[in-house]
């Protein structure tokens, strides 16, 4: 456990699946050689199979504090890289040409479900879910490692693969009941999400929050009493971790999803949500039940005039209020650097 | 066993070279590296189900030259793989140690560490390598080391050369020495790698002919 820790809380209710944060994190950090079909951030379609493909059944973690034996994902699980016959269509003078896959059809990829969702019409719903590395509290990557190149930092709780110590013996992919861990071919070695280590260490939010349309990412430190972080999760306990179960002790929380009434078999609203939760349940605990009615209640009282910190804090009419301590920003940093000749 | 002194040990370097033929193999009984001793409950849980380790034997031959040592390692591996894009290679080590007496399977500690050469199968890419107990080997010193090998009919051959002379820290060798020789092997089909693997459950006496 580390001294400090650094958390993240994802508001599902929010979620617009734009993928806005996908490209955000890919363009930043996995756009070099070996890592054409890696994303450290994903945006899925629950219900769904999810990235890589069905990777809730892949073991992993621990149960009782005892270590679960896994499944390495493999490329085809998470789905290879695309490439598009764009030069061709555009400027290659065909005009019936269309736009699509140059090696065949794909067969899986990120999202790849997207919107398809679950139950049946006129009960049919579905929302997004994002994802990242957890930087968990308990890192089942990190017990697993024979190497002991995955360390958790002391000062912020980050979780981080030393690749020079890296022999891509992958028992971290196979641990990390997530699986959120990536083999890069070229250089041999395991990589993840770093939580923007680079730009947190000088106070600015991750890439995936900082260019998020939807204001649907919380930063800070779980200790910082003042932050959206503590809020969200100790304070008003609407936060969930996904997947408790796993025993890792993530630190990326996610507000449940609300949802419209669900219809009888006359078409009228019942008082049951569209989201049945049981699902929900079989994502985040059985916490998920007392979230949504804090959730409903405080949105109740604001609606007729109250006040709710809670609503206030999700709603977020600041955006700089969503990143805690991280609210320096890209360009000033750029300036400092440039200042100690760093630039 | 013996390290034959020869004068040509260029002959020596390919393992399908004729003149391996007429060397004695001293056959090294295999087992699986024992599963209480891999280094995480993760890899524990993962294996302690899953056969590993299967290949029950290793013939080993040596020569010299009073300058380069070569150890040909042949063992029975029905399918090939050379860790083509996501897959593990087969790989093969010799280990000798550096000082003290150093467990074999614990692959030794720091006040006895062990110096290994590592082959894989990807590209016959070979390796250095020290090591101070399990999970901590680190790249060795260069001992001129090289290795390569070859498949055929479900048997391995490698061929492992380096210098005699070497760093304190490299086993250093010379003709007429007397030291230990361990030996590992990787299935890389069976997803082999790390502690899992198959090794000479001990030493074996290795002499070179003076």
New interface residues.
Partial sequence: MSSKQVAMVIDLNKCIGCQTCTVACKTQWTNKEGQEGMYWNTVSTAPGGGTPKDWEGMG?GFRDG?????I?P??ADFGDAWEFNVEDVMFGGDPNGTVGPMEGDPIYGTNWDEDVGGGDYPNSFFFYIPRICNHCTKP?CM??????AIYKRDEDGIVLINEDHC?G?R?CQ??CPYKEIY?N?TTGTAQKCIFCLPRVEEGVATACSRQCPGRVRFLGFLDDEDGPIHKLVYKHKVALPLHPEYETEPNVFYIPPLAPPSFDDEGNEIDESRIPILYLISLFGPAVHDSLEIIKHERELKRQGGTSELMDVLISRNWLDLFGPFTTQPKDVARTLEGRGNA | MQSRRVADIDSYLDPAAAVWSSEAANRIDMIPAPLGL?????????W?NRPYGEAEWADLKSVHDGETLAVHISWSCAKISIGA??GFPDAAAIAFPVRGEPILLSMGSSDAPMHMLQWKAKGNETRSVLAEG??SSLPGPSVSENGKGGWSQGIWSVVFSRSLNAPENASPLSAGMTTLIGVAVWNGTN?E???IKAVSGDWTDFILEA
């Fill in positions: 992993g005892k270590a679960q034996a896994g390495r493999k490329q089942a017990e697993a490692c024979p190497r002991g022999r013996f028992f196979e641990a083999f071919q | 891999q280094p995480t409950d993760h890899i524990i849980a993962t302690e894009s996501e399990i999970g997803e790698r790390a502690g």
